[in-house]
């Protein structure tokens, strides 16, 4: 087996361990980026992902923006809780931005980024899983399969972007973990009513159902029971559709048509601390969040992009204990108020407490009358704990 030496191994290559790679790819520096997936087949992941505008500045930066294929804009979030009559309406004005975020597909993101980083000068290997790694003080080192042959690497700081399937091999790393007992299920809808720029959030007992504006149509995320899953994927669309809708309500007039449904399993889950030696974790594998406020890759595209900062500002101390202190410490406010965010959501709204519900509702209205509020609201979403 052959060793080679990296200054950086970024183990996973989906879109945050990708945006590292591409932060870091004119450095100077060596970097190594390890997907255990070839070459995406076309439409491999329905799931739509609600950019910030943060995030959309990020992309451009790494000229990752312009190779996406589709991007629509969100320019008003509607967000309303089933069985009360409180709603609040978040503009882009009320933000001072553009838009309030961007409607891409996780596949296409995908397919723009792993495009983008096979002409570039960033060393990435498709189709290696990683089975192995160790670290001692100095260095990490992995083990990893790429068409057929194992092969032992080194470097001086080693990227956990794998969504979290490898932590178990850190000791000292522990994850917190609260399952919420919901799935999503994601697929394109086509209403009678099409999309003009609009974002419906609503809350329901079950949990929130979005339909994000996608195309000409709507990208929709529906929360179910666990118990509910199997049964709601396995729908004829007819029955898909009119389930649906009495869900959702009137408000975008029929549900004509649905694309492909997937499924997933949803669970807060963050790791504590989000290092340890020689190594750094970003994107799901340092906090996988519920879907219910799009905070997700945004926060992991800020956890590569500070991250890969700090490994420019540090060229000579890079994976030291320094470093990663002053990573850690970067991103524990973002994460923590991503995280609190999105969870105090789920627990107020998803709930069938009849008071609570009322309450709710209320809040929704006194936050629409109140416009300092909402736009720290709407900046926080876009530009995480900041917000600016
Ligand atoms: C239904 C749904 C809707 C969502 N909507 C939004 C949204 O609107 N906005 C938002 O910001 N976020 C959203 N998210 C969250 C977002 O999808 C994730 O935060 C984001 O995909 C995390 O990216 P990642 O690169 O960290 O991890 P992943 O996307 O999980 O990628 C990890 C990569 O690591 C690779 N890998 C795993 N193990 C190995 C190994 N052993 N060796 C090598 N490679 C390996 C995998 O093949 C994969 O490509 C949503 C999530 C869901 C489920």
Redesign the pocket.
């Known amino acids: 087996m052959a060793t080679e030496c990296y200054d950086t191994i970024i183990?996973?290559?989906?879109?945050?361990?990708?945006?590292l790679a591409l932060t870091l790819q004119d450095s100077g520096l060596s970097t190594l980026i390890?997907?255990?997936?070839g070459v995406p087949e076309e439409n491999e992941d329905p799931?739509?992902?609600?950019?910030?505008h943060g995030?959309r500045l990020i992309l451009e930066h790494l000229n990752a923006w312009h190779e996406l294929s589709h991007t629509t804009p969100i320019t008003t979030i509607h967000i309303s809780n089933q069985g009360s009559l409180g709603r609040t309406v978040l503009l882009a004005d009320d933000a001072g931005v553009p838009a309030l975020?961007y409607?891409v597909n996780?596949h296409n993101l995908?397919r723009a980024m792993h495009s983008l980083l096979q002409k570039s000068k960033a060393n990435y290997l498709a189709g290696?899983?990683?089975?192995k790694f160790t670290t001692d003080t100095k260095q990490g080192q992995v083990e990893?399969e790429h068409a057929g042959v194992k092969k032992q690497i080194t470097a001086k700081l080693l990227v956990l972007?794998?969504?979290?399937?490898?932590t178990g091999q850190i000791k000292d790393i522990n994850y917190n973990i609260q399952d919420y007992q919901q799935w999503?299920?994601?697929a394109n809808i086509k209403t009678q009513i099409r999309q003009s720029g609009i974002a419906y959030e609503r809350f329901t007992p079950d949990g929130p159902v979005?339909m994000?504006p996608s195309g000409d149509d709507f990208a929709l995320?529906w929360t179910v029971d666990p118990s509910a899953a199997k049964e709601v994927l396995a729908l004829n669309e007819t029955d898909f559709l009119s389930r649906l809708h009495a869900h959702f309500g009137d408000r975008l007039g029929k549900f004509i048509t649905a694309g492909k449904r997937?499924g997933?399993p949803?669970a807060l889950k963050y790791a504590t601390p989000v290092t340890s030696q020689r190594i750094a974790l970003?994107?799901?594998?340092?906090?996988?969040?519920h879907?219910v406020?799009?905070?997700?890759?945004?926060?992991?595209?800020r956890?590569?992009w500070e991250l890969a900062h700090e490994i420019l500002a540090s060229e000579t101390e890079i994976g030291t204990p320094t470093m990663l202190a002053n990573y850690r410490q970067q991103r524990q406010t973002d994460s923590g108020a991503g995280r609190i965010f999105t969870d105090s959501l789920i627990k107020l709204f998803s709930n069938d407490n009849l008071l609570l519900r009322n309450m709710n509702g209320l809040g929704l209205s006194a936050l629409d009358c109140l416009p300092p509020l909402k736009r720290f609201v709407a900046r926080r979403m876009i530009f995480g704990a900041r917000g600016s």
């Open positions: 183990i996973g290559g989906g879109p945050v361990g990708m945006a390890l997907e255990a997936r799931r739509p992902l609600a950019l910030s995030s975020g409607v996780y995908f290696a899983k990683v089975t990893f972007a794998d969504g979290g399937h490898l999503a299920i994601v979005a994000l995320v997937s997933f949803l970003v994107g799901n594998a340092a906090q996988t969040l879907p406020a799009g905070q997700g890759f945004n926060l992991g595209l956890d590569a």
